[in-house]
């Protein structure tokens, strides 16, 4: 057995070096191996590393994502609560307001407010603007907690009154309908207020305040209207008044050059008893020239006296002004003067930058009548539907056409609208511009011929 031990001794002794050498040399070789692959390995882990912060990231994001979609759900409900309550110009009103209110004249609007303000009154007097629906007590006395209500009262109408008559001072045309949500909005608060008192403002009171308030906003509206039907007014009055300056200055005129021309053939008439020979027809051409002028001043009289007689007599015009409203949109209108082009040439003169193209001037025994149903027919082309003096129209040349010779017969109308001066500036913008291009680098320039 000793011997059997001893053996075994010798050959680990002796296999020892060998299985040294063996793990040194597969050491070597794994050292070698790691040295080679330590990038590969290194970016395996690293890659595990990215994929797990990654991971981690994509969970704060879908986090962010969440949290951000609540808070801007939250404050977009904040800036609708507040819009209602801001007062900006440039803010106007989705929708249209419909008017509640049938009166014709702005004083009878004014008389309303005040019979509303009046019922206001009275409700707070009787005690029917605001009230409680339970009785309270203080400190077991039904007097305190009556004196106590009638207080809050007090307050919530104070509070309910003031933020009416803010609203009533600052409606306007385009805010109307925010007002409006406004004042629910006002009422709803004040009331959640008196919760706790079982105190609210009655619903009859609230209608009282958005009936002040919609027939302050019409009572404005009217007045408005009422201020543009006077602009009318005056400017009709102005217009007839050029119209009677003109008749009389035509009619002088014509009755100077009438009876210049008569003394003027009289001469020639006590001449031609004179004249011989070629003296004899050059005095007769010349009575036949001053004949035809003579007439010509006859008819100019004529007519004038016939313009001041006939008091709605005049010329309707269809005009255009490319550079100024573009394409597709006419002005017709009406005028009296003995020269319609001298209204034309006026509308042109300092309102808009360019000359007014006209495509048709028609007269008319009834000018205003002829440009009443012109307007009608021509209604829903309307650029400003609010106020019907703006009587430019949206609407093809040949639909106004086809509607003047349906009311006036055979008219003529020039199609192609001439626009000299805005055609001439659009020309020399585009040779401006064309400069510009010319003289400025261009990218090939700017850029070097190599690297």
Known sequence: MSTFFALLILFVLFCFPFLLYFYYKKAKQYNELYNKYKDIIDLEKHKSNIIKESNELQIQIDRLKSDYSEKRQFLEKLIREIAIFEDKSEIISHGLYEPHFDFDTSEQYKDALSTIRKSCKEMIQSEEAAASST??????????????????IKLMLRAFNG????????????NILKMEERLLKVHDAINKLGETHSIKITNGYYRLKLDELRLTHEYRDKIHQEKQEQKKIQEQ???EEKVQREIEKALKESEDEEYRYTKALEQAKKELEKAQGEQLQLVQTKMEQLQKELENAQGARERAMSMAQQTKAGHVYVISNIGSFGESVFKVGMTRRLDPMDRVKELGDASVPFEFDVHAIVYSENAPELEKLLHRDFEHKRLNLVNNRKEFFEIALDEIEQIVKKHKGDVQFTKAAEAREYRESMKIKS????TDIATSPSVLEALPQSL
Not at 163 to 174: I, P
């Open 135 to 152: 009785s309270w007590t203080v400190n077991g006395s039904l007097a305190e907690g009556k004196k106590q209500t009638k207080h809050y």
């Open 163 to 174: 933020e009416c008559e803010a609203m009533v001072a600052d409606v306007r045309w385009n």
């Open 237 to 239: 009055i102005r217009e």
């Open 431 to 434: 040779n401006l511009q064309n």
